[in-house]
């Protein structure tokens, strides 16, 4: 019963947005040859044809599909495909204009007016204006929105609408985040005006611009979506994007195996032991490029211990990185230098790397006091042993096993770190944000820019704030300051490699590694294109050749 | 009778009360608010961005204020609305996801009973025999059997390398709109291993029990008059034992449905299926007050209905539990 309800509702959905999402009905039978590799001539590339449906495995459901109000990845990602930004990011990373044509930035940097695409339509077949972006933007920063997302838009002082295809924006001091923060997902002004955002129908059947429209979700089993035939970029090759939830990880490699998903992210070991057979190689490629976090051996700076410069160094190089990468990860990381993604424009590798190196380790403990004075192969001064006690959170068996290596090789140098793995909420409650603890593992997820003012200038040692370490430091809230405050990249990129020197020399925390993103996606797939941005960035150009469509409408 | 039940019925309400209070004040004392999921460890997540979060959620008042709130709204048989970023009525999230878990659990609940019962009157008419040790090896094997463990044997032999049945979800994408008894067989063939895994694990404890009742029974004077009296094996053991041993068994019933809500983590997490269980773990993990609160009154109402349930069911088998508070 609850399915027929859903299929009238989808229906009625389908009926609105027949406007632009009409499937037109494609007669054509297509053979279906299972998994066959020789689809082409040799050498010859096909014509891309329209067709077949992707089928995505995800862990989690998505939440809410207006993506101010969710902060999960699963309704960001689902959302990516159904809205657009005034801007984004391209493969390389640099930012374009998305349904902005253009933007010009005045010469104080206060102001950034943005020319807008005319040829863009809702799903629901409403042309698109500059209403709709100052809609959006009224929206996040109403009090009664209810967003995790604001912070970037309270900074701006004025927002305009010049003329239907023109929005101007003007900043109290130049921001240089504040470009990027226009790739926020524009919302339909004529949809949600003067409702309750909270209640409104779009949060599970979205209206958006981009390249997919929104189709059915059946919750917490999935969601699919149809290509938009009259997206501005081109309608998008592949018909239907299915995205199926699946919570258990094993499970969800058994219905890969299985064939009845076609990408799905891999961990290491599926990646590198359970998917190297030649059925495999037949029916799937893998790629891997670097994702966009890290993860750190942070020190609370207030604590004794941790102090002195010498001692945090001297663990950095008591710590093999490439060890935990290949033992952890079986190879499929980077060590990590700083904060910032190697690939990055930003990214600087620093004069003071640590290599693995007990000998230096040792030298520079024993420069700052710390001998093993009572032989009982702890070092000590003052009386105090070298012991303490490094935290990190349940459910990330990477760090738990990172944080054993680790143990290992402190040991070897005379000092006792004890492990306490807690809850999320309460980890973060209880120690993290009371700053009751002496050293964390913890990741972070880089952006596309390089402000990071939030995690390290000392504004933001507060509780609760995100500098939890209480790194303080003149010269690195200055570079910070000037970083955020102008346009010029060149600028920017000098600050950053300062900054980054600084952070090497200090090290505040011990960088561990960059791990890598292990997709897989099924080989009928054409024109994966692996980039710094990972691999969906041209995601509207994949196609299916005829011969391998499994999938018929 | 009436008075009896009256008063039980009479009871449950400041028993459900007190229930509620201890969930509202355990749950509060946990560390973490749902607001952590949005704002923890998020650079664009500002002291003001919080603040107004918690307003938008009522986190901002004193604990009994929310409290009594929040049973102000259940008076009126308002669950309230999820913490979620969905923020959907709580009734509705738990209304899309019962049936599917209250199918499973009662599926499985019926083949425990068609294999326990047999299982357990066997074992105890045969005890010590041969067969009762390979039962009672089979069941305890089910008992002591992961679930994860079994049903991703079970995956991979019928789903991988068999491709007989589906691996995980509870329907087809083809079979959406097909017709009646397309869809059903789908199904069935979706809700078959989660039955099995399900089923199996819980073998053990109704057939022991069973078992020991039936031990019991046939021990009484009256089955020995019964034979004694020439009638045959099958009359005595399936007629007047099996009535009196089964008694107790229809109160474990009774006491079995709020299990039917409360659904499995584990399989509805390996299996992906969308129910309450999967469901009640985000909650709990999201720090999703509403929704929490609402499965448990749901589950706590069930569960003193259940009691209710067995309750006059005894009375009714034994009347001196009946006059039994007049003493």
């Given at each position: ?98 349904l ?7 010469a ?43 912070g ?45 955002i ?32 009259d997206?501005?970029?081109g ?10 939830i ?49 993860t750190?051996?942070?020190?609370n ?7 002195d ?60 006091g ?25 459910g ?79 010269e ?9 405050h ?6 920017r ?10 952070l090497a ?49 | ?43 664009k997540a ?86 009762d ?9 089910g ?41 059903f ?6 809700l ?117 349930l ?18």
């Amino acid at each position: 019963m609850k399915k027929k309800v859903l299929s009238a509702l989808t229906g009625i959905v389908l009926f609105v947005l027949i406007a632009a999402c009409g499937q037109t009905p494609e007669a054509e039978t297509k053979a279906k040859t299972a998994h066959s590799s020789a689809e082409t001539p040799a050498g010859k590339i096909a014509e891309p044809v329209y067709g077949d449906t992707i089928v995505v495995g995800s862990i989690g459901d998505a939440s809410n599909l207006i993506p101010l109000l969710a902060s999960d990845s699963p309704s960001h990602q689902i959302a990516g495909y159904i809205y657009n930004g005034l801007v984004r990011y391209d493969k390389n990373l640099k930012l374009e204009g998305e349904l902005a044509e253009s933007w010009e930035i005045s010469a104080d940097g206060l102001t950034i007016t943005f020319h807008l695409r005319r040829d863009v339509h809702w799903h629901d077949g409403s042309p698109f204006t500059a209403d709709d972006v100052l809609f959006t933007y009224r929206t996040i920063i109403d009090p009664k929105t209810p967003t995790a997302y604001a912070g970037d838009f309270e900074q701006v002082k004025e927002a305009r609408v010049l003329d239907p295809y023109t929005f101007q924006v003007t900043y109290a001091v130049p921001f240089a985040p504040a470009l990027s923060s226009w790739g926020l997902a524009i919302l339909p002004k004529h949809l949600l005006e003067g409702q309750d955002i909270t209640k409104s129908p779009l949060s599970r059947q979205p209206v958006g611009t981009g390249p997919f429209c929104f189709s059915q979700w059946l919750g917490g089993e999935k969601i699919e979506l149809v290509a938009n035939h009259d997206y501005f970029e081109g309608r998008p090759y592949i018909d239907r994007y299915r995205y199926r939830i699946i919570p258990d990880t094993a499970t969800m490699f058994l219905e890969l195996k299985a064939g009845n998903l076609d990408w799905m992210g891999l961990t290491p070991i599926q990646y590198d032991r359970q998917t190297d057979g030649k059925k495999f190689a037949e029916q799937f490629n893998k790629y891997r490029y670097l994702s966009f976090s890290y993860t750190y051996l942070g020190y609370n700076l207030l604590n004794p211990l941790f102090q002195d410069k010498r001692v945090r160094q001297a663990l950095s190089y008591a710590i093999n990185k490439q060890e935990i990468i290949d033992g952890v990860l079986l190879g499929y990381g980077q060590v990590a230098t700083g904060p910032y993604k190697p690939d990055t424009w930003f990214y600087h590798v620093p004069e003071k790397t640590y290599l693995y190196d007990p000998e230096k380790a040792k030298k520079l403990l024993q420069d700052a006091g710390w001998t093993d004075r009572d032989n009982d192969g702890l070092l000590d001064k003052d009386g105090r042993p070298f012991s303490f006690t490094l935290m990190t959170n349940q459910g990330n068996a990477l760090r738990a096993q990172a944080a054993v290596i680790i143990q290992r090789r402190l040991q070897e140098i005379g000092i006792e770190m004890k492990i306490r793995i807690i809850e999320w909420s309460a980890f973060i409650n209880e120690f993290i944000d009371k700053k009751k603890f002496e050293a964390v593992i913890l990741g972070w997820t880089t952006g596309q820019d390089p402000d990071i003012y939030d995690i390290w200038h000392s504004s933001k040692t507060d509780a609760k704030e995100l500098n939890f370490i209480s790194f303080t430091n003149p010269e690195v809230d200055l570079l910070l300051e000037k970083g955020r405050h102008t346009f010029d990249q060149q600028e920017r990129q000098q600050y950053y490699a300062r900054f980054q020197e600084i952070l090497a020399e200090e090290q505040p925390y011990t960088f561990l590694y960059v791990p890598e993103s292990l997709p897989i996606i099924a080989s009928r797939f054409h024109g994966v294109e692996p980039a710094p941005a990972g691999i969906s960035h041209n995601f509207i150009k994949w196609h299916v050749p005829q011969a391998l469509q499994k999938y018929t409408q | 009778m009436i008075v009896f039940i009256g008063k039980r019925i009479a009871l449950m309400v400041p028993m459900l009360v007190g229930i509620t209070m201890i969930s509202f004040l355990v749950m509060n004392l946990a560390p973490g608010e749902p607001i952590d999921l949005l704002t923890n460890l998020n650079p664009k997540a500002t002291a003001e961005v919080r603040e107004r979060l918690r307003i938008h959620y009522g986190l901002d008042k004193p604990l009994p204020i929310r409290y009594v709130n929040w049973l102000k709204r259940v008076v009126r048989l308002d669950l309230g609305t999820s913490f979620a970023q969905d923020n959907r009525p709580v009734w509705d999230k738990i209304r899309e996801r019962i049936p599917i878990t209250l199918t499973i659990n009662a599926l499985s609940l019926l083949l425990i009973i068609i294999a326990a019962l047999p299982i357990g009157i066997f074992s105890a008419v045969r005890q010590h025999s041969l067969w009762d040790r390979l039962l009672t090896i089979f069941v305890f094997l089910g008992f002591a059997t992961p679930t994860f463990w079994l049903a991703l044997l079970l995956m991979i032999l019928f789903g991988v390398h068999l491709g007989w049945l589906p691996i995980s979800g509870l329907q087809s994408p083809h079979a959406a709109d097909a017709g009646f008894w397309i869809v059903f067989i789908d199904r069935a063939r979706h809700l078959l291993l989660p039955v099995l895994v399900s089923a199996f694990g819980g073998l053990a404890g109704l057939s022991r029990y069973m078992r020991s009742n039936m031990l019991e029974v046939i021990r009484q004077d009256y089955i020995t008059t019964a034979r004694a009296k020439g009638l045959k094996e099958s009359v005595v053991i399936g007629k007047h034992a099996l009535r009196n041993a089964l008694m107790p068994i229809i109160t474990i019933l009774g006491f079995s449905l709020p299990g039917l809500i409360g659904g499995s983590v584990i399989f509805e997490t390996i299996f992906a299926i969308p129910g309450m269980g999967q469901m009640f773990y985000g909650a709990v993990m999201a720090r999703d007050y509403p929704l929490i609160m609402g499965t448990l009154v749901i589950g706590a109402v069930l569960t003193l209905v259940g009691n209710l349930l067995a309750d006059i069911s005894y009375a009714l088998v034994d009347p001196r539990i009946r006059v039994g508070h007049h003493e």
